[in-house]
């Protein structure tokens, strides 16, 4: 009679940093999007997302607060800057402190007389080790 012995060791979980992970395919995506770490820094920013916001170079956006480069807005028609609490709730930062997905419209001016904008933002957080390391956002014009 044959004897077959199995053996199962644990697997030792590699350590993936989601970061690192999603800033390759977000560089190189055909997708306006963004990935932020868990202050609120860009990691990394796809180059329609730049066209959609007219915004400089995406190698040149990475280590600068999302928030620096994003001019918000209201929407009345005065387009006035929104305060810093309502700064705090646009969906890549909203999906850091909720840890949930967060989705919302947001209102950009853009740089050197160009129109503002308005965007149809999703974001979702992305984990590790059970925390909040950043989030993923995709944006959409209206």
């Known amino acids: 009679m044959t004897h ?9 979980p590699t350590a993936v940093d989601p970061l690192r992970s999603w800033s390759v395919p977000v560089s190189s ?10 202050d609120g820094v860009i990691v990394a920013a796809s ?10 170079q995406p190698s040149e956006l990475a280590g ?3 928030r620096d480069v994003l001019c918000l ?4 028609a005065a387009g006035n800057e ?19 997905p967060a989705r919302g419209l947001l209102r950009v001016r853009a740089p050197q007389g160009a129109p503002s904008r308005t965007l149809d933002a999703v974001a979702t957080p992305l984990w ?3 925390q909040v390391v950043g989030s993923l956002s995709f944006f959409a014009a209206v």
């Open 4 to 12: 077959i012995e199995l053996s199962l060791s644990p697997l030792e």
């Open 29 to 38: 995506a055909e997708e306006s999007c963004l990935v932020i770490d868990a």
């Open 47 to 56: 180059t329609p997302w730049v066209r959609l916001l007219s915004v400089e």
């Open 64 to 66: 600068q607060y999302v």
């Open 73 to 76: 807005i209201d929407f009345t």
């Open 82 to 100: 929104l305060g810093e609490a309502e700064r705090e709730q646009i969906p890549p930062l909203l999906a850091l402190t909720s840890k949930r």
């Open 128 to 130: 590790q080790g059970g």
